[in-house]
């Protein structure tokens, strides 16, 4: 099971909650599992070609994703970054 | 530029560090920041940059204060409301420190004016509460060669990061496109009015340490801030070769305003009803041929449940293209959401989708509660 921190836009899709848990050996496996407990939320980040869209970012720890078939080790923490646009 | 007696008394805390110095306060004297955007980020980095000291200090806001802007932007009081933000906040920063310079720009910031706005200053401080100035500003900013300290807000969450020309990956790196839209803004979303104290003083801090040559800029480093958790985060990112403005092969040569900035002011894209008319539309229903509109509340959940049209259905922006196909494709459609923004980006959605009669609640249910039932509650 590993830990998934979800940015302030997409937490209408958890109850408020920025702190998930989410299982996977891969980014989309994790993905899928979220989609799963949190329906809809897969599509606000991931596109339709399953490209990570543009306003979206995503980090295995500090390293940022470059390709959802990046293995997930158990104890690594996923981080969901979103643009935000109010200053 | 060498510093007055009242000077050296006034910059005395800065003077007895090492890293800063009569040489650092003098360099701070010369400097010239612009700092886009008077609002809950632009009001700490303002006050905080004239406190310090920089010679030249430009504020560009055309906005006008709110009364709703004081529980978070501390430039202003309760007698600002209503005067103009720019000239505002250069009283209030002048009255901070009269030994600076407070350039008032009250324009709005755009592509036929941002390259010489921007090109007058050393360093941008970027506070802007609108995607679409953040990508203009991070251009021009590139195409210009000057540093840019970036940050945004969003009800609990805070992130910022630096771009220092031919150093490290700009703001188009990190996202490459605008989610206009997507992303909803304070207005629309809430905001903690402490949250954009704490960025705006970080905003503040990069840009000195930019300016003295001391320190780690937050080059190639995205920092998160949660206020709930209270934690902050640091990520690493990189350069990207197919960026659009600072990558090897730019697309991004000059600057043009994005169709969404020019939202307010150029006539929209879809039919819009206003808020009358759709009231006689809702009450026609049943009563003739006339088919009644589907009502699709393309708001947040959150923002739907303090209050919404009776019978209208919610379809957050976010998800209307997956779930486009719940949309009926000959009968008409409005799309309401708060001020009339998300809901013309669903009528290019869905029409793009083939749904064929879309139209929108001009004003959005901003308007509706001001001329039809004010009663609703409008988040
Ligand atoms: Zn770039």
Redesign the pocket.
Known sequence: MNTVRVPSPLRDYTAGVGKINAKGTTVSEILTDIERKHQGMRFRMIDEQDRIRPHIRIFINQREVQSLGEAVAPRDEIHLICALSGG | MTLSAAERERYSRHLLLPEIGAAGQERLKAARVLVVGAGGLGSPASLYLAAAGVGTLGIVDHDRVDLSNLQRQLLFDTTSVGAGKAVSAQARLQALNNEINVVAHAVELRAANALELLGGYDCIVDGSDRLDTRYLVNDAC?LLGRPLVSAAIHRFEGQAMTYLPGQG??Y??LFPESAAGVAPNCAEAGVLGVLPGMMGALQATEAIKLLLNIGAPLVGRLMTYDALAMEWHEFRFR??ED?A???VAPTITTLADSAASCAADVPARWPRVNAGELRQLLGAAGSGPQAAPTIVDVREVHEFQAGHLDGSVNIPLGDLSRRVGELPTQAPVVFVCRSGRRSQTACELSARAGVQRVADLEGGLLAWAATVDSSIKVA
Request: hydrophobic share 20%; proline share 9%; glycine share 10%.
């Open positions: 590139v990956p700009c188009r790196c350069r990207r960026c403005v600072c990558g």
